[in-house]
Every structure is written in structure tokens, then in C-alpha cells.
């Protein structure tokens, strides 16, 4: 046994604390299997809320006695097993599957979805540094995938917790010897897709994704991935924010001016998580504290790590003079369309990429920061700044990898087949004798103006990126001759009459 004896989990032992964790898991799958087969009494969602309070309250007494840093030692798998060593031997797994268990049976839930919801989310912030790596992996998932299951009421929340807590921990974790991005950062693109058709909020898609493009280099595929393949609510909000976020392709192409949609403007901002913040519940978080210890102590609710407004953040430092106060990155506030390089000499101020790295970030008030292509070359070089996540213009197709290069053109063709008629029938669709005898005209559930602009993005990344050369291969030559044929085709109906 490590650690002081004077807390009070300590000072029952730990087989005690093991039998008590057991019985209470085996009352989750209880309540789970009530609510899924509909077994009378049917749990409350207080009660079990209750129940998953205590071990939040469990985990985090643990924690916070742990010698050496869990959120240091999450970023490289190669530490897990030490990790895992210095935890008392607690069935870490069960809660996790009974958590999950939980969030698949919430539809069951007569009362208390609010306070359920709370405590599972808190829940799972907290089991994080306790996991081992393959639920690591899937808890991204897991949690955005509770946008699905719980009320509106809850989407900020799972959006804080995502954008936080979960995924810096678990996106960008290292595994020693694999090349290949992690299962966590495979599932991006689901992720993606899961919290943009759940959530109807455009704020929640701007703070999901200007998270993932401040941690994953080539996010953009992921969103490519989402255009070509996912439900029409996520491929219209991925493909506004592929144009609004990206620097343009080429400037001359289109008139950004009418294609910003009106977004981030009521970005909720993640306020200081302070217990006693004397602006309590004001104050934006500007300055994040890795040390669980600390983060425990100050914040005796929230995992770690441990966010703050300036002013506990100097509070706290003054009494720990030794611990490190990081800031953090704000939210994009407008997109420019030039360099945000105060010294920009160039002649060409175009916007070129941005910038996501804290380094850059703090000549911009920690704020994203794009630049020219010249003075990207002087940020990002051999030099300095080869670490920082930087998103470029889109290349031309035939540059691409071979996987994107595909999203591209699945998602170009996906683009232009949501061209439809005004005022029209589709004029593919079949006569009335043979339409099957009990249609149902449903209403569409895409506007003319999103339909219309859905296609004008896929004529403007096909005629941008994909310009045929000797080199092109005449399959996919075809394949987008053939819808840019149906795109003229079904849109002359609308121009003409
Ligand atoms: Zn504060
Ligand atoms: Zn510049
Ligand atoms: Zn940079
Ligand atoms: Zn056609």
C-alpha cells in the first residue's frame, strides 16, 4: 500500500474498498437490466445517479494520492502498465462496460434522465486515468455518442467534457512501435458524425471541431470522410465548416463573403472550475494545471486536469510557486482572409494555414492564427514549429494520399448529388404510374438554399482541386464527369424557368 492512511477511503483497506466497489458495479448491471427489460420497480435515474456519484468520489480520493502524474503518463501507452500499478486493484473494467451499459438503456429511463446524465458524464471523465487502453480508445466514442442518447439540456455539457477532457488525453496518445494513428484517432470521424447529426447547435460543431483541429494534423480527411459518407445533417454542417475553417483554395473562385454562415457566435465559453472562484461562474477559464493533486484539492468534483481564470490561477501559484500554469487556447473568434501576422512582410497577405500550436496561438491572444504563405514558411520550418498543428489549403486531388484522395471524390460526388429542381420534379424520378401504389411524400428535409449550396461546394471542390491531368486516373475521371453531368442536368430545371 502507498500513500497517506488519513483520507477516509484509506482507512477502510483496500479489499474492503474492492468488495464494496464489486457489490455497488453489481448493482449498476442490476438497474440496467431492469430498465432494459422493463423489470418492475423500474430504477430511478436519481438513484442510480447517486450510486455513480460515489464512485466519481471514489475515483478521485484515489487519485488524489497517486505519486506520479496519470494525465502525463496517459500520452504513451508504453506507460500503462505502471500506470495501472499504482491504482488500488479495483475492477476498473466492469464500471466501465456497466457505464456503457447505462448510456445504451437511458431511452428506458422514466425520471431523473437530467441528474443520470450528469453523473455519467462526470463519471466518465474521472475513470479516464484508470482505464486501460482499449476502452481508452473507445471512450471518445462512448461520449459522443451520449449526444445521441441524452437531452438538449446535457449537449454542453458532453461537448466540455469531450473537448477538455477526454479527447487531449486520448487522440493524440502515443502506442510504441505503430506508425498508425491510434484507434481513439481512427474514430474521428464517427466522433464527428455523431455529435453533428445529434446536436443541432452550430456551436457544438465549431467547438467539436475546432478541438480535433487543434490536436489532429490531417482532420480534414476525417471531415471529407464525413461529407462523402454521413447522414445529410452532418454532411451539410461538414461541408459549411470545411469552407468556413479551411483557408480557401483559391481566393478567386468564390466570394467567401456569401458563404460564412453566420456560426460560433454563441460558443458557450468554459468558465474557471475553481470550487471557491470568487467570479464563481463567470469567469472564463484561461490557464489549465496538469496536476491531479491540485486539481483534486481546488476542484473536488471535476477530474483533472484543473482549468482556471487568471485570477485563481495566480491565486493558486502564489501558495504552489513550483506547479506549472499552461494557457489555453480560445476559440477562433473571426476568420480572417489575410495574414494575422502583425510583421507580415509580404506582398501576397493572402491567408495561406493555420495555426492551432500555443506558440503561435500567443502572438494572437491564444487564438488560432493564420498566415500568408511566407510567413507560414517562417513559423513552420526544419527549425521551429515542426511539431505545431497547422492546417494548410487543400492540395490538388492528384497530391492527396490515396485515402483522401477517395474522400474527396466520394465526397464531391455526394456534394453534387444533393442538387434538386426547384419547382420541380427530379427529373429522374419515375412517372406517377410508376411510383409504388403507397408512397408517402415526405417533406425534404434539406432547404432549396442548403441544397443549392451543397452542390455549388461540390462544383467549386471539383473545378479547385480536381482538374484533370495525363496522370488522372479514367475511372475517377469518370466517375466525376458523370455526376458534374447529372449536376447540369437536374440544375438547368432550376435556372431556366
Ligand atoms: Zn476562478
Ligand atoms: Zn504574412
Ligand atoms: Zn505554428
Ligand atoms: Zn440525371
Known amino acids: 500500500m502507498q500513500g497517506p492512511q488519513d483520507t477516509m477511503q484509506y482507512s477502510v483497506s483496500d479489499s ?22 422493463n423489470i418492475q420497480p423500474l430504477p430511478l435515474g436519481t438513484d442510480i445517479a447517486n450510486t455513480v456519484k460515489y464512485f466519481s468520489q471514489t475515483l478521485l480520493s484515489v487519485l488524489k494520492d497517486v505519486p506520479r502524474s496519470p494525465l502525463e503518463m ?18 476498473y473494467k466492469s464500471l466501465f462496460n456497466a457505464l456503457s451499459g447505462l448510456v445504451d438503456s437511458t431511452p428506458h429511463l422514466q425520471y431523473g434522465t437530467l441528474p443520470f446524465g450528469q453523473a455519467i458524464l462526470q463519471c466518465l471523465g474521472c475513470l479516464l486515468p484508470f482505464l486501460e487502453y482499449d476502452m481508452i480508445d473507445n471512450l471518445p466514442f462512448l461520449v459522443a455518442y451520449c449526444v445521441a442518447m441524452f437531452p438538449v439540456a446535457l449537449h454542453q455539457e458532453i461537448l466540455h467534457l469531450l473537448s477538455y477532457y477526454i479527447l487531449p488525453f486520448t487522440i493524440t496518445r502515443k502506442y510504441a512501435g505503430m506508425e498508425e494513428e491510434s484507434q481513439a484517432s481512427q474514430s474521428v470521424a464517427a466522433i464527428i458524425m455523431m455529435v453533428f447529426q445529434h446536436s443541432n447547435n452550430p456551436a457544438h460543431h465549431c467547438q467539436l471541431l475546432e478541438c480535433l483541429m487543434s490536436m489532429k494534423q490531417w482532420v480534414v480527411k476525417d471531415i471529407l470522410c464525413v461529407i462523402a459518407y454521413g447522414t445529410w445533417g452532418a454532411r451539410l454542417s461538414a461541408a459549411k465548416l ?22 460560433s457566435n454563441d460558443l458557450v465559453p468554459f468558465l474557471c472550475q ?24 481546488f476542484a473536488s468534483d471535476s477530474p483533472p486536469p484543473l482549468y482556471l481564470c487568471i485570477e485563481c490561477a495566480n491565486e493558486i501559484h502564489r501558495e ?50 493564420r498566415y500568408c504563405q511566407q510567413c507560414h514558411g517562417n513559423r513552420h520550418n526544419s527549425r521551429r514549429g515542426g511539431d505545431h498543428v497547422v492546417h ?37 424520378s419515375s412517372t406517377e404510374q410508376l411510383k409504388p401504389p403507397l408512397s408517402v411524400d415526405l417533406p425534404d428535409p434539406i432547404s432549396v438554399e442548403d441544397r443549392q449550396l451543397l452542390g455549388r461546394y461540390g462544383v467549386w471542390l471539383m473545378v479547385g482541386l480536381c482538374t ?30
Not at 475553417?245 to 473562385?253: H, M
Open 16 to 37: 474492503e474498498l474492492s468488495l464494496k466497489v464489486t457489490a455497488k458495479i453489481r448493482s449498476l448491471y442490476d438497474a440496467q437490466l431492469r430498465l432494459q427489460h
Open 74 to 91: 496517459l500520452r504513451d501507452a508504453d506507460n500503462d502498465g505502471e500506470r495501472m500499478g499504482l491504482y488500488p486493484n479495483l475492477d
Open 242 to 263: 470545411l469552407f468556413y475553417y479551411w483557408p480557401p483554395f483559391d481566393a478567386k473562385l468564390f466570394d467567401r463573403k456569401g458563404l460564412l454562415c453566420k456560426f
Open 274 to 297: 475553481r470550487d471557491m472562484c470568487p467570479n464563481a461562474g463567470t469567469a472564463e477559464a484561461a490557464k489549465v494545471c496538469y496536476d491531479h493533486c491540485i486539481s483534486v484539492t
Open 320 to 369: 504552489h510557486p513550483n506547479q506549472r500554469f499552461f494557457d489555453i487556447l480560445h476559440p477562433q473568434q473571426q476568420v480572417s482572409m489575410v495574414c494575422e501576422n502583425k510583421n507580415c512582410r509580404s506582398t501576397d497577405k493572402a491567408a495561406y494555414s493555420i495555426c492551432f500550436s500555443n506558440e503561435c496561438a500567443s502572438y494572437n491572444g491564444n487564438h488560432p492564427i
Open 392 to 428: 494548410t489549403r487543400l492540395p490538388l486531388a492528384w497530391q492527396m494520399d490515396s485515402d483522401m484522395q477517395t474522400n474527396l471524390v466520394e465526397a464531391i460526388i455526394s456534394l453534387l448529388k444533393e442538387a434538386k429542381p426547384i419547382n420541380m420534379e427530379d427529373p429522374d
Open 468 to 497: 484533370p491531368n495525363p496522370d488522372t486516373p479514367d475511372e475517377i475521371l469518370g466517375r466525376l464527369l458523370s455526376v458534374l453531368f447529372h449536376w447540369f442536368h437536374v440544375t438547368s430545371f432550376s435556372y431556366t424557368g
